[in-house]
C-alpha cells in the first residue's frame, strides 16, 4: 500500500512538473517573476501540498526556478545564445516562416518519434489536453498549440531544434494567432479538424512511426499555411519582393 501511494504521488508530481515546465518554457512565467504561491499551485492543479514540493523541487534541480529566503519561488530561465530573427512586419514573413518551420519541424516530429521517453510524451499529451479543452469550448489557444509543437522539438532529443523553437516564438505566435482567428470565424468543425491533426500526430509519435509522424506534421503545417492564405501565396522570388 505504500509503495503504491508513493508511485502516485510520484505520477502527481511527474504531472505538475510538466505542468510547470511547459509555462516557463513558453514563456507564461518570464525569467525572474515569482512564481504564484504553493497554496494557489496546489489549489490550482488539484493536488497536495507535498506533491507540489516534489514537483517545485525537480524544477529547482535543473535550475529553472530559484527560491527567496522567505519571498518564494521565482523563474530562472537558461541563458542562451541569442538568434538573429527579425521581427515579423509583413504577410511575406509569415509566409517564409512557415517554410522554415515545414523543414525543420517535419524532422522534428520523425526524431521525436524515435527518440522520445515517457516525460517527453507525457509533456506533448499535456498540451494536446489543454488543445481538447480549448476545442471543447470553442476556442484556440496559441499557447497550448505552441507547448505542442515545442514539446515535439524537445522530444526530438537535440537542443537545436527546442532553441529554435523558443527563439521563433513570437514569429510563430503570429501566425497561430491569424490561424486562430480564421478558425474561430469557421466554426467548430474546423476547431475539431485542427485538433485531429494534432492527435494524429501525437499517436504517430507513440507509436514511434517516424515516417507517419513527419508526413502528418507537414501536411498539418501545409494545412495551416493553405488556410491562412487561402492559396493566395506572395512570390518570393529575389526581385519580386522583399
Given at each position: 500500500?505504500?509503495?503504491?501511494?508513493?508511485?502516485?504521488?510520484?505520477?502527481?508530481a511527474d504531472k505538475v512538473y510538466h505542468l510547470l515546465y511547459t509555462?516557463?518554457?513558453?514563456?507564461?512565467?518570464?525569467?525572474?517573476?515569482?512564481?504564484?504561491?504553493?497554496?494557489?499551485?496546489?489549489?490550482?492543479?488539484?493536488?497536495?501540498?507535498?506533491?507540489l514540493r516534489a514537483a517545485m523541487d525537480r524544477l529547482r534541480e535543473?535550475?529553472?526556478?530559484?527560491?527567496?529566503?522567505?519571498?518564494?519561488?521565482?523563474?530562472?530561465?537558461?541563458?542562451?545564445?541569442?538568434?538573429?530573427?527579425?521581427?515579423?512586419?509583413?504577410?511575406?514573413?509569415?509566409?517564409?516562416?512557415?517554410?522554415?518551420?515545414?523543414?525543420?519541424?517535419?524532422?522534428?516530429?520523425?526524431?521525436?518519434?524515435?527518440?522520445?521517453?515517457?516525460?517527453?510524451?507525457?509533456?506533448?499529451?499535456?498540451?494536446?489536453?489543454?488543445?481538447?479543452?480549448?476545442?471543447?469550448?470553442?476556442?484556440?489557444?496559441?499557447?497550448?498549440?505552441?507547448?505542442?509543437?515545442?514539446?515535439?522539438?524537445?522530444?526530438?532529443?537535440?537542443?537545436?531544434?527546442?532553441?529554435?523553437?523558443?527563439?521563433?516564438?513570437?514569429h510563430i505566435n503570429v501566425g497561430m494567432k491569424m490561424h486562430g482567428?480564421?478558425?474561430?470565424?469557421?466554426?467548430?468543425?474546423?476547431?475539431?479538424?485542427?485538433?485531429?491533426?494534432?492527435?494524429?500526430?501525437?499517436?504517430?509519435?507513440?507509436?514511434?512511426?517516424?515516417?507517419?509522424?513527419?508526413?502528418?506534421?507537414?501536411?498539418?503545417?501545409?494545412?495551416?499555411?493553405?488556410?491562412?492564405?487561402?492559396?493566395?501565396?506572395?512570390?518570393?522570388?529575389?526581385?519580386?519582393?522583399?
Amino acid at each position: 500500500m505504500a509503495e503504491e501511494r508513493a508511485r502516485a504521488k510520484g505520477t502527481l508530481a511527474d504531472k505538475v512538473y510538466h505542468l510547470l515546465y511547459t509555462r516557463i518554457s513558453n514563456g507564461d512565467y518570464p525569467s525572474n517573476q515569482k512564481l504564484p504561491a504553493e497554496t494557489a499551485l496546489a489549489q490550482e492543479f488539484g493536488v497536495s501540498r507535498p506533491v507540489l514540493r516534489a514537483a517545485m523541487d525537480r524544477l529547482r534541480e535543473e535550475s529553472l526556478i530559484y527560491s527567496r529566503q522567505g519571498a518564494g519561488s521565482y523563474v530562472r530561465l537558461p541563458v542562451s545564445a541569442p538568434m538573429g530573427f527579425a521581427k515579423v512586419e509583413t504577410l511575406a514573413d509569415i509566409q517564409r516562416c512557415y517554410e522554415f518551420r515545414l523543414v525543420i519541424e517535419t524532422e522534428a516530429a520523425q526524431l521525436a518519434a524515435e527518440r522520445h521517453d515517457a516525460a517527453a510524451l507525457q509533456s506533448i499529451e499535456d498540451a494536446l489536453q489543454l488543445l481538447r479543452d480549448a476545442t471543447g469550448s470553442m476556442q484556440h489557444r496559441e499557447d497550448a498549440d505552441f507547448a505542442f509543437h515545442l514539446g515535439i522539438a524537445r522530444a526530438a532529443n537535440n537542443q537545436y531544434f527546442e532553441a529554435t523553437m523558443r527563439a521563433l516564438r513570437e514569429h510563430i505566435n503570429v501566425g497561430m494567432k491569424m490561424h486562430g482567428q480564421s478558425l474561430m470565424t469557421d466554426g467548430a468543425e474546423a476547431l475539431r479538424r485542427v485538433l485531429d491533426e494534432h492527435t494524429g500526430i501525437k499517436a504517430a509519435i507513440e507509436a514511434r512511426d517516424a515516417a507517419r509522424a513527419g508526413e502528418l506534421m507537414r501536411a498539418h503545417l501545409t494545412e495551416s499555411r493553405d488556410r491562412l492564405f487561402g492559396g493566395g501565396f506572395i512570390d518570393l522570388r529575389m526581385g519580386n519582393y522583399k
